[in-house]
């Protein structure tokens, strides 16, 4: 499959977001999922309307895709068995998540990032992954809308960790949905480490290249020599891709990383059941709770996450501990998150608190940083509100707030009012 040319980013995701209809609403879910739209297509919009589509592709192939194709009994029908879920998790499976992953990489990644910064014709080339295609993907920017000017030095370092970015907000996401639902369907494990894992892997894949083999599109290099001319002094110490991909190594000491591994290797491939029940977390009283480190690149440089969940009845709150690497820039954050705050009949509500203190970001001018921080922060609220006298029937989602200039995942960098809108639903 090649190419996905100068199509708009909108119109293609929400057109192939109706077969979600085609699927039996759960009750028993605790998340939620969205159709939602945004001016931008944001990271946000892509994440959001992606996952809802996944999870509607997986479960419609549940009830018509078989898992088992007989009894298995004894160790050789065991065997054969857990063959042709692998193969169907390769041929299938794995190319549809790949290919989700990818979506969100260029068209909710860069492209959401060309299109805040006022490009217009962005075209995306995408292809299937083994042995259908080299699963290769990249962005190609368009011509500046009139009134816009070229972005800056910091804009284009959002542009180059965009993908990686956009990934990380949809493994995030999804880690919130399976934390709800305490629940971890094989898709979802699949996607979450094939999201969760992107930057890594960009690294140490780099890395370990041919130098003469790494092509001059690639993020990981654009983002290290972009920081490196930007940022570093003379006589000082530089980014290279060993100290990044050193660094990355930390987001595996996050027990999510764990289960999604086990949800498709023993769970599906070998128990051959669809979901792991349960999720285990540590239990304190009346709560429970899971700790987690992560690892992301931003415009200022790399930064360490030290997230904190915590299950309460329905609710889920998670406090994530943000901390730069202070290689160039001194910065930190916090962001909190509620979900199910309320969850009446006909109301659900989620929070979402974002501070932070980091170097002052330049949107208007090409000259260097002056070394000054500042603090800001974003506030959301989620609305969820059903009109029929059914929990699991359909209801409005809306997701307003305000951010004030800075960086933070998901969101544009400068000052603005967030507003989202479309459906809510149980799938």
């Known amino acids: 499959m090649k190419g996905l040319r100068k199509q708009h980013a909108s119109f293609f995701l929400l057109k192939i977001l109706t077969i979600s209809l085609l699927v039996s609403l759960n009750t028993k879910a605790q998340s939620y999922s969205q159709i939602i739209f945004d001016e931008n297509q944001s990271q946000n919009f892509g994440s959001a309307n992606l996952i809802t589509l996944h999870k509607a592709l997986y479960l419609f192939e549940d009830k018509h895709l078989r898992d088992t194709l007989f009894k298995e009994n004894n160790f050789i029908k065991k065997t054969g068995g857990f063959g042709y879920r692998m193969a169907k998790l390769l041929l299938l499976d794995a190319q549809i998540d790949c290919f989700t992953a990818l979506l969100q990489h260029e068209v909710f990644g860069h492209g959401a990032r060309y299109r805040e910064y006022g490009y217009k014709g962005n075209s995306f080339n995408l292809n299937l992954y083994f042995p259908f295609g080299d699963g290769s993907g990249f962005a190609q920017r368009g011509v500046l809308r009139p009134g816009y000017?070229?972005?800056?030095?910091?804009?284009?370092?959002?542009?180059?960790?965009?993908?990686?970015?956009?990934?990380?907000?949809?493994?995030?996401?999804?880690?919130?949905?399976?934390?709800?639902?305490?629940?971890?369907?094989?898709?979802?494990?699949?996607?979450?480490?094939?999201?969760?894992?992107?930057?890594?892997?960009?690294?140490?894949?780099?890395?370990?290249?041919?130098?003469a083999k790494i092509k001059s599109n690639n993020d990981m290099v654009a983002y290290i020599n972009d920081m490196n001319f930007f940022y570093a002094k003379p006589n000082t110490e530089k980014y290279n891709l060993n100290t990044l991909s050193n660094q990355s190594l930390i987001s595996f000491a996050n027990p999510i990383q764990i289960y999604s591994a086990l949800s498709i290797l023993y769970t599906y491939g070998i128990k051959g059941q669809k979901q792991l029940s349960k999720i285990p977390m540590i239990k304190l009283g009346n709560v429970r709770y899971l700790p987690a480190f992560n690892y992301s690149l931003t415009p200022f440089g790399s930064q360490y996450h030290f997230i904190n969940y915590v299950r309460f009845k329905s609710m889920l709150l998670n406090a994530d501990f943000m901390l730069g690497d202070n290689a160039f820039n001194n910065f930190y954050g916090i962001s909190l998150?509620?979900?199910?705050?309320?969850?009446?009949?006909?109301?659900?509500?989620?929070?979402?608190?974002?501070?932070?203190?980091?170097?002052?970001?330049?949107?208007?001018?090409?000259?260097?940083?002056?070394?000054?921080?500042?603090?800001?922060?974003?506030?959301?609220?989620?609305?969820?509100?059903?009109?029929?006298s059914k929990q699991n029937k359909l209801g409005l989602f809306v997701q307003t707030g305000y951010k004030t200039k800075g960086y933070i995942t998901g969101e544009a960098l400068a000052e603005s009012f967030i507003l989202r809108y479309g459906i809510s639903l149980h799938l």
């Open 149 to 211: 000017k070229s972005p800056t030095y910091q804009e284009n370092i959002s542009i180059a960790i965009g993908g990686v970015d956009a990934e990380m907000l949809l493994a995030n996401n999804i880690t919130n949905q399976m934390l709800l639902d305490d629940t971890l369907h094989y898709r979802q494990g699949l996607l979450y480490l094939i999201s969760q894992n992107n930057g890594l892997l960009y690294l140490w894949s780099t890395r370990l290249e041919n130098p």
């Open 337 to 388: 998150k509620g979900f199910n705050l309320i969850n009446k009949k006909r109301i659900t509500l989620n929070f979402h608190l974002d501070i932070w203190n980091q170097p002052n970001l330049e949107l208007d001018n090409y000259s260097k940083p002056t070394g000054a921080n500042q603090t800001g922060g974003a506030c959301k609220v989620d609305i969820m509100l059903r009109p029929f």
